[in-house]
């Protein structure tokens, strides 16, 4: 069993900052890709940035330059560092991991439970 454990939401400010953490644990094998999606009130869930093994980004254009992912690999642990944050950035945020839990078998996707994330004055 693989679970995916987010912390670090909360409310904060315009302006402000806010950094996510999200930790895998079980039977891990290899981990590969990790990610943050949000889904905000009446929207699609969406990608907001991935992160790779190697280290290899991916962010959306919303988030470019204000928010960076980065991943502890020992610790299959994947933060996300949310810098100047705007009201349109509040949203349920979601990790997302791509874990292969013992060898020989398939890949498989992982949610967590969600975090929110509420900016306002």
């Known amino acids: 069993q693989v679970q995916l454990v987010e912390s670090g939401g909360g409310l904060e400010q315009p302006g402000g900052s806010l950094r996510l953490t999200c930790a895998a644990s079980?039977?891990?094998?290899?981990?590969?890709?990790m990610g943050w999606y949000r889904q905000a009130p009446g929207k699609q869930r969406e990608l907001v940035a991935r992160?790779?093994?190697?280290?290899?980004?991916y962010y959306a254009d919303s988030v470019k330059g204000r928010f960076t992912i980065s991943r502890d690999n020992a610790k299959n642990t994947v933060y996300l560092q949310m810098n100047s944050l705007r009201t349109e950035d509040t949203a349920v945020y979601y990790c997302?991991?791509?874990?292969?839990?013992?060898?020989?078998?398939?890949?498989?996707?992982?949610w967590g439970q969600g975090t929110q994330v509420t900016v306002s004055s």
């Open positions: 997302n991991a791509a874990i292969v839990p013992a060898p020989f078998e398939y890949e498989s996707i992982y």
């Open positions: 992160i790779t093994s190697g280290g290899s980004t």
């Open positions: 079980g039977t891990i094998f290899s981990n590969n890709v």
